[in-house]
């Protein structure tokens, strides 16, 4: 297996259908030397290309594409993807816009003909040869400008060995056209002309592809909503002077001043100021949070007010709004499992309905004997059955899909786990860090009944010998202390700490090693035995080598978890928490929380084993996690949710990210990949039944049903292509009303 592979993300144009895509897939995987995997996305218009340099480069990929009709947009250096796709989807629009303006001005006069030759307006004015050959002055432009695209991508496409929609539109327009000019200069051929038909089919048809490209083009708001979060310069400091320099010219180390009003550059610690800073784009949470010295911020968030000092730890592609950006672009540019129904049906649908229209031709002239009934039908059938729909129907849904999670701080990794995450019906939850907080935090200050000491007194000895050390608890007890109060102060690994504090010799520790071989006051020990029951620690404190009191430290529970499995419970959800904590600590925090078994004891290197085991019950099971110790149970889960303030580990063997942190959010996703699907499924139920419906009625199975008007019954052409526009701009505002979609 070749190790040295390259991987890009590049834009496509030109595609119109689900052929397209998969005639651009198939020349780079099946023709082109060094390319491993290609995947193109219809919605996106973006290929995904694994290749060898070595066999390969980026040039010879863009001439493959290029030689079945397509355009590959090749890397700009320093811009994004988003930002080179959407300025050439900007061009494209504008050719649209301007051959559907010629269109318009050649079809509008040619409708009015047609009309006016129907009502009897024009007199005889429609019998002169005249007549004739302006229906063809007007008629030709349309078919030879506004139409070549359809013929060139229609041949490239056949010579790829596949057939697209453009094979459809072409063929079904140029049989009216020809027909037409048969009888405009051939005395043996008769009948009414047809080119308003042939310039009707291809402007209104060119009119919904411009449609569909302004609305696809929303599609991509959630990507380009995060990149205009990142600023375009940093005032950079060096040699105490400020520089306004390109955000990529600043590195790690460097020092940045962020104004207020202005949004942070990168990702760094704060040396200097304090603000108020909004993280909203990250966390979710309306309100700025208090940030100063030693306190991280992301690049991306808003200064709202205070000037700061910030020095760079992650610049670029390393930072926290990159990585998010490049999740989300991931999972947008993927297949889902429902999509291979689709590409399946799309790779044969264009050859079995040419086979239709043939037949269909071929049935209605010996059964009327009159060609032009037959050809109409066979032009109707041609151009009512474009497979765009289908080929729309699930990359949209997902692009939308993946866009409101990002909006809600939900990063999927890729469509597979979107589509997977709504089947989740057994939830494991890492206790520390997931459903509490993750820090231990002082909930109980006790003093003995013959202690001589007050309360206040008593919290402020034991602060102040705290706070030197650096242990976890020691800083849950030590609060805002001055470490200098602290004299002669001495650490005991693994029992406690000592120190002199205003005379008074403090010791505060493990119940054993403070009481030694005598025992704690038997109020203290009541107290103490209780708050061991529920899941807290005991620390002693001893002064002057007298036990005067307890203190009981506890990891406090995450605001929102009991919320959150209440909520997942409501829903069939069965949540089971896991803890290397003892059985009692464990109980306490799960039934504070609702969570009805508790798994305690579980060393890191068992979770991915029981994982495992309840995945063997048939379970669809999701983890959620935030340390590095969750990262096996995470990869071994179905669907693995790591807390976006948890370790890089968590979060790269993780399927979906939770950006805010919030139990809530897993519910969320879920919510959210039943959404997504949901639309799919009525993507793809819309566009199989518009072709199930419409092509029978365009090859003539309405015209015995008299009650039915005259146009419904003959499906004229001009009907078949509105339909068919109609479709695809439907499949696609379906999809964006997803995105309005409250979790």
């Known amino acids: 297996m070749n190790d040295n592979l390259t991987r890009v993300t590049l834009p496509v144009l030109g595609m119109s259908c689900a052929g397209c895509s998969g005639n651009v897939e198939r020349v780079l995987n099946e023709r082109t030397d060094g390319v491993r995997e290609a995947t193109v996305n219809l919605a996106l218009e973006r290929a995904t290309i694994s290749y060898d340099p070595a066999q390969v480069d980026l040039d010879g990929l863009a001439a493959a594409v290029a030689g079945i009709g397509f355009t590959l947009v090749l890397p700009d250096p320093g ?63 349309v078919q030879i400008v506004v139409g070549r695209s359809f013929y060139t991508g229609g041949f490239k496409s056949l010579r790829a060995g596949g057939a697209n929609m453009d094979v459809l539109v072409a063929l079904g327009s140029s049989v009216a056209y020809a027909y037409s000019l048969a009888v405009l200069v051939l005395p043996a051929v008769d009948g009414p002309l047809h080119f308003p038909t042939a310039a009707m089919i291809i402007t209104l048809i060119r009119l919904g592809k411009l449609l569909e490209a302004r609305a696809r083009r ?28 390109p955000v990529a010219s600043v590195a790690p180390g460097d020092r940045v001043r962020v104004r207020p009003g202005d949004r942070i550059p990168v990702d760094g610690e704060i040396e200097d100021g304090h603000a108020a800073v909004d993280m909203s784009a990250f966390t979710g949470e309306p309100l700025p949070v208090d940030c100063g010295p030693g306190d991280m911020v992301l690049g991306g968030a808003v200064n709202r007010d205070g000037s700061l000092i910030v020095r760079a730890i992650a610049v670029g592609a390393d930072s926290a709004l990159s990585r998010i950006t490049r999740m989300v672009e991931q999972a947008q540019e993927g297949k889902a499992p429902v999509q291979r129904l689709a590409d399946r049906v ?10 239709i229209a043939l037949l269909t031709f071929a049935a209605w002239w010996a059964i009327g004997g009159a060609f032009l009934p037959a050809m109409m039908r066979l032009v109707a059938v041609l151009v009512v059955a474009c497979p765009c729909a289908l080929g729309l129907a699930t990359p949209t849904a997902i692009v939308v899909g993946t866009g409101l999670g990002a909006r809600h701080g939900i990063l999927f990794r890729n469509p597979e786990v979107l589509e997977r995450t709504r089947g989740i019906n057994l939830l494991l939850v890492d206790k520390t860090g997931t459903i509490t907080e993750g820090r231990p935090v002082a909930t109980d200050w006790i003093i003995a009944e013959d202690a001589a000491l007050t309360i206040d007194k008593f919290r402020d000895l034991v602060s102040a010998a705290e706070a030197p050390s650096e242990h976890p608890v020691a800083r849950a007890l030590a609060g805002d202390a001055d470490p200098s109060r602290a004299i002669d102060f001495k650490a005991e690994p693994g029992q406690g700490i000592e120190a002199r504090i205003d005379g008074y010799l ?40 007298r036990p005067v009191g307890l ?79 969750d990262a096996p149970a995470l990869a071994a889960a179905d669907v693995g949710f790591a807390m976006g303030h948890g370790s890089d580990i968590a979060i790269e063997a993780a399927d979906v990210t939770l950006v805010r942190g919030d139990l809530r959010d897993v519910l969320r996703a879920i919510r959210l990949s039943q959404a997504t699907l949901g639309t799919i499924r009525q993507n793809l139920f819309w566009a199989f039944c518009y072709n199930l419906l419409l092509v029978p009625a365009a090859a003539g199975a309405l015209s015995s049903i008299s009650i039915l008007p005259g146009f419904l019954r003959d499906f004229h052409p001009i009907l078949a292509a509105s339909a068919m526009a109609a479709s695809s701009v439907t499949v696609v505002l379906n999809s964006l009303r997803l995105g309005r979609t409250r979790l």
Request: net charge negative; hydrophobic share 50%.
């Open 218 to 245: 929303l599609t991509t708001g959630a990507v380009r909503g995060l990149l205009d979060l990142a600023p375009e310069t940093a005032r950079l400091i060096r040699d105490n002077a400020e520089t306004e320099v």
């Open 506 to 545: 403090v010791r505060v520790g493990a119940p054993d090693w403070i009481v030694g071989e005598d025992t704690l006051p038997a109020d203290l020990v009541t107290r103490g035995n209780d708050l061991s029951a529920m899941g807290k620690t005991v620390i002693a404190v001893a002064v002057d080598d």
């Open 346 to 355: 799309s790779a044969v649908f264009v050859p079995v309905i040419i086979g």
């Open 79 to 141: 811009r994004s993807i988003v930002l080179t796709q959407e300025e050439a989807q900007d061009h494209e629009i504008a050719r649209h816009k301007r051959e559907l303006l010629l269109g318009f001005i050649c079809t509008v006069p040619l409708a009015i003909m047609a009309l006016g030759r129907g009502l009897g307006w024009l007199g005889d004015w429609p019998a002169s040869p005249l007549f004739g050959w302006l229906m063809w002055l007007l008629a030709t432009p």
């Open 551 to 629: 203190v009981a430290v506890s990891d406090t529970v995450r605001e929102g978890a009991a919320a959150a499995v209440g909520l997942l419970d409501s829903r069939g959800i069965d949540v089971i928490m896991l803890t290397g904590d003892a059985q009692p600590a464990a109980d306490a925090v799960a039934g504070e929380v609702g969570i009805l078994q508790a798994v305690a004891s579980v060393r890191p290197d068992e979770k991915a084993r029981i994982v495992g085991e309840f995945h063997a019950d048939c379970a669809v099971v999701g983890m959620v996690g935030d340390g590095v110790n």
